[in-house]
């Protein structure tokens, strides 16, 4: 059973000061890995696809890694707009299931 | 403007009473999804369809029931709710691919008393 693991649960930040999100899978064949970010009240919003080991993905702020274990979202500079729940999502084999991380909870003070 | 919307957006209702919530995206995305979300356990994918009568199972099906008839809907069924469906309810759809770009509706929250 694929297993997600995202760490730290919760993270607060003071604007400006740069750190990373963890995602640690374990999927016997790993299709994709997704980033996606939630705003209370609202539906998670699509961020990154990373398909393989090296890959590279960055987007304003935001960049994300892939390894075979894990995956890091790096925030560099962040500002309180990017307080959000960062969710990691992996697919596994060529169906449509995906199976999600519990996410964490990233607040930035200003 | 390119949405998933779905209705009701919350809902209160009793054990036993049939309810549906509906889903509808306007962008001819061929994947449709229904997803659960949980304190503690995350989101999690319930029923999916790849088109037009052509639906699986995802990870937490039980109590659940879909239909895809039409490519731009897909309803889910709830027969016979029960105070474990108390839950966040989000649709989502993509199109063909693997870049799994999902656009997700605004969510449904459903209270079974």
């Known amino acids: 059973e694929d297993q997600v693991t995202q760490s730290p649960e919760a993270l607060r930040l003071q604007e400006g000061e740069s750190s990373s999100l963890n995602c640690s899978y374990t999927v016997s064949g790993l299709r994709g890995l997704f980033w996606y970010r939630q705003d209370p009240g609202k539906g998670p919003e699509f961020l990154f696809t990373?398909?393989?080991a090296g890959e590279e993905k960055e987007k304003e702020r935001l960049k994300a890694t892939l390894t075979k274990k894990e995956s890091f979202l790096h925030i560099t500079a962040p500002k309180p707009e990017d307080s959000a729940t960062y969710l990691c999502?992996?697919?596994?084999?060529?169906?449509?299931?995906?199976?999600f991380g519990e996410g964490t909870q990233l607040t930035v003070n200003p | 403007e390119a949405q998933v919307t779905q209705n009701p957006r919350y809902l209160i209702t009793v054990t036993g009473k049939k309810l549906t919530v509906t889903c509808s995206q306007n962008?001819?995305?061929?994947?449709m999804s229904w997803y659960r979300q949980d304190p503690g356990l995350g989101l999690r994918q319930i029923y999916y369809?790849?088109?037009?009568?052509?639906?699986d199972k995802g990870d937490v099906p039980e109590g659940y029931k879909v239909s895809r008839k039409e490519k731009r809907n897909f309803p889910l069924i709830l027969e016979s709710p029960s105070p474990n469906q108390t839950s966040l309810y989000f649709c989502?759809?993509?199109?063909?691919?693997?870049?799994?770009?999902?656009?997700f509706g605004p969510g449904t929250r459903l209270t079974v008393t």
């Open positions: 989502a759809s993509r199109n063909r691919g693997t870049s799994y770009e999902q656009y």
């Open positions: 962008m001819n995305h061929e994947y």
């Open positions: 990373l398909y393989s």
């Open positions: 999502a992996v697919q596994e084999g060529s169906g449509s299931r995906l199976t």
């Open positions: 369809s790849m088109n037009v009568e052509v639906t």
